[in-house]
Each structure stands twice: as C-alpha cells, then as structure tokens.
Nanobody
Framework: VQLQASGGGLVQAGDSLRLSCAASGRTFSSLVIGWFRQAPGNEREFVAA????????YYTDAVKGRFTMPRDNAKNTVYLQMNSLKPEDTAVYYCAAYFGGFFGWASRNKGGDAYWGQGTQVTVSS
C-alpha cells in the first residue's frame, strides 16, 4: 500500500483546509485510514480515523466538532476537512492505513501495524 498525502499549506486562524490521502492498490476499501500529526518537539499524535466503509469515524477530543474525515472509496481517497483552524493545529500531518478492525485500532490511536505516507505541512498563523 502506498499513500500520498497532500493539501497542506499556510492559513490563518479560523480558516479551513482540506487534506487528501490517496492510496494505491485494489484493496483500498479494506483499509482503515487514520490521520496523525506531529508538531516540532512533540510526539506524533492521533487526529482521526475512518472505517473501511466510511460509516464510522473517531476523532481526538482536540478536533471534535472542527474536523471531519469523509471517504471516497471510488477514488481511493480519504480527506481530512479541517475547519476553524487554530495555531495549535500547526503540524506535519500524516495518513496511515491499517488492515484490520476499525474500533480497536482507532481507540488505541497509536498507528501500530500501519502503512504510512509522507507528511504534508499545515501551518496556522494567529
């Protein structure tokens, strides 16, 4: 599985941004997809995850109500729609893909046993 994250950029606080995670291969609809982020000096942290069908999502408390994670299996793409961005959302964002059960992997929010893409930088100015 190869993942390609894109869509990062420099925005102002309160703006919106949509990240994309495109995956190669014919097994995309079998994958749980997660978004993680890492700010300078910080450990990588879980942001959100979506189930294989897109019917279930899981968000870290810091982004609940602001971020959503729609999924388009026909396009082998998952998005991270980020609204009401805050300076503390500044980080490199990574997408990860996991073959397995959604709820267990999402609740552990560690990204274990996953395939990873390269990151995309999101910078939110105050």
């Amino acid at each position: 599985v190869q993942l390609q994250a894109s869509g990062g950029g420099l925005v102002q606080a309160g703006d919106s941004l949509r990240l994309s995670c495109a995956a190669s291969g014919r097994t995309f609809s079998s994958l749980v997809i997660g978004w993680f982020r890492q700010a300078p000096g910080n450990e990588r942290e879980f942001v959100a995850a979506v189930s294989q069908s897109g019917s279930d999502t899981y968000y870290t408390d810091a982004v609940k109500g602001r971020f959503t994670m729609p999924r388009d299996n026909a396009k082998n793409t998952v998005y991270l729609q980020m609204n009401s961005l805050k300076p503390e959302d500044t980080a490199v964002y990574y997408c990860a893909a996991y073959f397995g059960g959604f709820f267990g992997w999402a609740s552990r929010n560690k990204g274990g046993d996953a395939y990873w893409g390269q990151g995309t930088q999101v910078t939110v100015s105050s």
